[in-house]
């Protein structure tokens, strides 16, 4: 049992040990119990702050951005915003319209936030003792329970009974699963060089490897990000609640709380994204030039303590950054349609997560020690794991990635989509003109004019 | 067989049902109070029915029980984001009525407040069209510079919406003094400002995504659906009525008609925003060639045209805006009929929609460019 929570769990610093040493067994209270429940309580609390200050941020990123000062009332600068924004939430009329299916109804926004906020517990928020569980699947799992949200979409669409709902839901249920293929596709790359599912263990293999996997993997990136925006229903991908056409989508029917239940689990899902692309592609809490044990070469970082604080701030500040795009791309970027988002997942991002993994698996066994039947032999074992070589063998990556799979991938893609309705717009244009014209001359022929499809 | 059966509706694995949906008459993006019934298979649109009447008060009943002079303020009312271009229709109208020559420097501002309100019109369109698509920052964008403008027209007339700008014969006041370099700062930002919109959209993938290929209506569809304004011009006719039947000083200006070519959501975007330039244009000669001299012609108090019967139109930011009106030689107009036409212009919706998606047709309300005022008079 303990040996189980041991591979599971960091140990807790010492003065969480001190301070349960009344108990008996010292240990396991302080490390299976008392020390995990702190975290969780730490991370839900800065999570669900940071997302409420992240509607703050948002609004007033879009409101510089669109020429306007954006809340300014509450506080200074509109600070405590959110504060009146919960309370208002909180304090309103709790309403369930009458045809709703009760029980699913209440139930939906509830799968919704529990399956954005469960992921918190394995993202490496810091080195050392600031992830809550260091499962060793930890990406899988980020990967399957962020899919469970899904779930509370497409019950508050049906729940709700309204025509608005059920089309907001249907929308992000094919989308979400969509886009989820093509996110778990890109990753793989990444995966390949990391050779694990451990979310530390990614970060410290981009540490011996000795390069971020950005730099490795860019295509895996730009189809993460793509599928990330997608997949948290953001805009331009944010269809499931496309205002000008369905109100408000899956949503339409929620108020008060209910509705902030689900504000909250996209603004955290956006979090979560964010930190696994962090993770996975940026490099974690590392900063070029900053070690565990140095800090641009300046001198040695001797308290492990400064160290982890120092790597959480990294690590909150690339988020950070991540978010201000989503932020960006939200506020200058049309809608996409309905059908214009299938094909993007289906026609783009899928391809090009699967011809990335092929590639990048042909660039990795070339580049196998020749006694384990590579070519090149630009990799060598290190603490029983296969790292590049000390630059040959991070350019031949990076090369690879950069010079060759972009180029074949977009040979690729275009073959895919020439035909494709939204790929030659010109050429479709006129198509659908010719269309129209023969459409209007059998009209013109026929006589009477068929009636055409009246509603009422 | 198999294909028979597929085509009766029969043999599909599930029930398939056609879903009735109800957007508006309160719905984000109709616009106004406009009621737009939808049948949906799946998110495609299989049958169209626009239900309008929400706004509806009767201007053109009222017309039959007001003086001539008392009307005016009604119009302002119809397509309430272009007060003043209804203005100039229903007071040409009516001097039509009267053969009242106006004064030269009374036509110039006229023709500089008209251009200023089709920009104004324009922008507000360009922003809830974007906004409709998903790019709600150049709604913003729009709206600073159509401020700008209504602050010209508040100093000048009073008013910021309804603007009340022309009297029968002229105009009440002449301009302030202010207003011919307020004029002239505006047309200095516009051209940049355009050109932002122009850089968030005309290049941007999704934007060409959502709108070309989009409810092509080819020219003799267009003329058939007797579409005017910006619609129409879309297509490729080059109809427009301040070329075609001259009023007021346009026959004094240069200015270009620019056309589409094919008729879909993207062209009338690209003929709006020429047109928008070249209303920048046409106000810079206008502003130009300003004459001196009074600002209204002599006009009886109580004004009892001959009798007698008028039809005059002119080209309103959405369209051919007409009045048609018969005197009978009383105080009140015995008949008075308006084109209005954000209402023809509508008609087209229904066949423009079918066959495409949920969010073309958003989109497509936003390319007619209608207000429901005017569309329920």
Partial sequence: ?456 | MQDQQLAKGQETLFDAEEMVLNMGPQHPSTHGVLRVILKLDGETVVGLDCDIGFLHRGVEKIGEADTYAMITPYWDRLDYVAAVSNDLCYVEGVEKMLQVEVPKRAEYVRVILTELQRIASHLLWLGTHAMDIGAVTVLLYCFREREEILKIFEDFIGARLTAHAFRIGGLWWDTYPEFEPRVRDFLKILPGRIDEYETLLNANRIWLQRTVGIGILPAEEAINLSLTGPALRGSGVKYDVRKAQPYSAYADFNFEIPVGENGDTYDRYLVRMEEMKQSAIIIEQALDGLPEGPVMAKVPKIIKPPVGEVYHSIEGPKGELGVYMVSDGTGKPYRMRIRPPSYINLQSLKRMSIGHLVADVVALIGTLDIVLGEVDR
Avoid: C
């Avoid at chain 1, 349609?337 to 590639?359: F, H």
């Fill in chain 1, 1 to 456: 049992m303990q040996a189980i929570l041991t591979t599971l769990l960091f140990v807790a610093p010492d003065w969480v040990v001190s301070l349960t040493r009344e108990r008996r067994p010292n240990a396991f209270w302080a490390e299976y119990v008392v020390w995990p429940l702190i975290q969780i309580v730490v991370v839900l609390f800065i999570v669900l702050t940071l997302v409420a200050y992240l509607v703050y941020l948002e609004r007033k990123v879009s409101a510089f951005m669109q020429a306007r000062l954006g809340p300014m009332r509450v506080g200074p600068w509109g600070l405590l915003q959110p504060l009146a924004d919960g309370i208002k939430l909180l304090i309103k009329e709790d309403i369930i319209p009458i045809k709703a299916d009760r029980a699913v109804f209440i139930v939906a926004p509830i799968i919704s936030v529990v399956a954005a906020l469960v992921v918190l517990a394995v993202i490496p928020w810091g080195a050392t003792w600031a992830t809550i569980a260091n499962v060793n699947i930890g990406l899988l799992f980020i990967l399957a329970v962020s899919s469970v949200g899904v779930l509370g979409l497409v019950l508050a669409g049906w729940g709700s009974n309204s025509k608005y709902s059920l089309l907001g839901a249907l929308r992000s249920s094919a989308q979400m699963v969509s886009y989820e293929i093509g996110m778990g596709l890109s990753i793989i790359g990444a995966l390949m060089f990391a050779r694990t599912l451990s979310m530390s263990g990614i970060i410290d293999a981009q540490r011996l490897d000795g390069m971020w996997y950005l730099m490795f993997q860019p295509l895996g990136f730009l189809v993460y990000a793509i599928s990330a925006l997608g997949e948290t229903n953001r805009a331009p991908f944010d269809l499931p609640e496309a205002e000008s056409e369905l109100v408000a989508g899956y949503h339409t029917e929620y108020s008060g709380f209910r509705w902030a239940l689900f504000f909250m689990a996209e603004y955290s899902a956006m979090i979560v994204t964010s930190a696994v692309a962090v993770t996975v592609f940026l490099g974690g809490w590392m900063l070029p030039g900053v070690t565990g044990t140095s800090l641009f070469g300046l001198g040695p970082i001797s308290n492990p303590t400064l160290h982890t604080f120092a790597s959480i701030i990294v690590f909150a500040g690339k988020i950070m950054l991540l978010i201000y795009a989503y932020m960006w791309f939200r506020w200058t970027w049309p809608r996409y349609r309905y059908d214009q988002l299938m094909e993007l997942g289906w026609k783009w991002m899928i391809p090009a997560g699967l011809a990335n993994i092929v590639l990048t698996g042909i660039w990795y066994v070339l580049a196998l020690p020749k006694s384990q039947g590579g070519v090149f032999g630009l990799m060598q074992e290190e603490r029983g794991r296969l790292i590049p070589n000390r630059w040959a063998g991070i350019v031949y990556f990076i090369v690879t990635a950069f010079v060759v799979t972009i180029p074949i991938v977009w040979g690729l893609l275009v073959t895919i989509n020439r035909r494709s309705r939204d790929f030659n717009l010109h050429d479709q244009r006129q198509l659908q003109m010719q269309l129209r014209r023969e459409r209007l001359e059998k009209m013109l022929q026929e006589q009477p004019r068929p009636a055409e499809t009246g509603v009422q």
